[in-house]
Structure formats: C-alpha cells, structure tokens
C-alpha cells in the first residue's frame, strides 16, 4: 500500500494548488494535514484528497505566545475550519500523552505523527482507542539526510505499508538540498519570488513526486489516503 501525505505548512494558495494539481494528473489519492483557511484546501476534490489537522504547537513550546494558544484553541481552531478532520500529525511532530488524549477527546481516530525514516512501519491501536499509522519518508528529512533525491532510500513492494510525507512548498521549489530552501525561505508567501528560487538544474522533490505516482500506477500497487486505509483495514 503506498499512500501520499502532505504537510501544507502555510503554503501560498498558488503552491499548494500546483501540488494538488500534480495528484489530480495521476488520479491518486492524498492525506492533506492542513494548516490555515485555504480556498484551495476547502473546495479539494474530496475523491482523492483527505483533509487532516496539522496543528502548530510552537508558540506554546517556544514561550513566543502573544495570543495566549492553548492545545485546546489550536485544536478548536482548525476543526472549526476543518469539521471533516479524522487525522492529526502535528506540525514538527509534536507530541505526547497528554495531547494523544485531547486529540481522541476532539473526535480525531489517527495520529500520524511518528517518523521511522527509511524503515517498515505498521498502523497500531493506541489505549485511547486512536489508531497510530507511522510514517517512513518525508522531504525535508531525505535532504537533511544529504540523500540526493534520484532515490527515495526505501524499496517498495506490494505487501508493506509506505506513507511518504511531501510539502507544498517543495514540490514547488523541486528542492534537490536544504540550500535549496534556505535560500528561497525569506519569499515563503510570494509566489512570484518563488518561482525565482526553484531548482532547476538536479532532481528534486518534484520530480521525486511525480516519479513515485508513476511507479504507483505502472505496478499497480494500492493507494488510498490515511483515513480509507484505516476505515478498509481496522474500523
Ligand atoms: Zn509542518
């Protein structure tokens, strides 16, 4: 089973709808966890693509929280935006006992938030009644690897589980190393600006996304987004 998630991070509505147009090209299936009100994100086609919560827990952690936040305002926020939600992975993963247990109280069923890169991975039950699906590969943390992006590090086959982490704003720039972003983060909301930094001269993130949704459709493996998989294997 290969399924395709994306952390949006605040991505312009242009950059994330580029990406979305990529999974639209290929017909295939994607969780997005999702940060922000987004035209784009609330008119997706809900065929292919699953909303999820990505909720950004930092200003708590950070001690930099003019709006007083809590766990709880987060949360309500983005469901108020977002009622269909079922799935949460916390921006930078963030995580623990406590918060798995607001999460179930909110009526979420999965938590994604537990990285195994490159490793196999298997959905459990938590003992709250939530259901945690790891996941194996993300961008960001291929190219912190210093991974070059011609190989995603991990073979597939049809009998495991593959949950691949893509953002917007990579497929976008088609980084290729964290240089790469560096340079283009300072223009993180102007599209334009952007466009000025991508990649153009290695394999990339991009390229990496598309390759992987053909290699999905020409062996024929299964795809489905987080919460259709978890509904057909253990609700
Ligand atoms: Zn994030």
């Known amino acids: 089973m290969i399924i395709f998630t994306s952390d949006i991070d605040w991505a312009t509505e242009e950059v994330t709808a580029e990406m979305l147009g990529i999974f639209e090209q290929y017909n295939t299936k994607c969780t997005l966890f999702v940060t922000h009100p987004s035209k784009v994100l609330q008119n997706c086609n809900r065929d292919l693509f699953e909303i999820a919560l990505h909720p950004n827990f930092n200003p708590i952690l950070d001690n930099n929280n003019p709006q007083n936040k809590t766990q709880d305002s987060i949360l309500d926020e983005l469901l108020g935006w977002y009622p269909e939600a079922k799935g949460v992975r916390s921006h930078c993963m963030t995580q623990s006992t406590p918060m798995l247990s607001k999460f179930a109280q909110k009526g979420l069923l999965y938590d994604a938030n537990h990285f195994l890169p490159y490793q196999k991975i298997q959905a459990f039950k938590l003992w709250n009644g939530m259901w945690r699906i790891p996941y194996n590969w993300e961008d960001d943390i291929h190219y912190l690897y210093e991974k070059s992006f011609e190989e995603t590090g991990i073979e597939l086959n049809e009998n495991d589980l593959f949950v691949f982490d893509f953002h917007p704003i990579h497929v976008f720039l088609n980084t290729d190393c964290e240089q790469t972003y560096i340079n ?11 466009k ?3 990649n153009t001269t290695k394999t990339g993130a991009r390229d990496m996304l598309i390759s992987m949704l053909k290699i ?3 062996k024929k493996y299964a795809n489905d987004n987080l919460l259709g998989y978890l509904t057909q294997n253990f609700l």
């Open 196 to 198: 000025k930094h991508k």
């Open 184 to 194: 283009a983060k300072p223009f993180y909301q102007n599209t334009e600006e952007l």
């Open 216 to 218: 999905t459709k020409e």
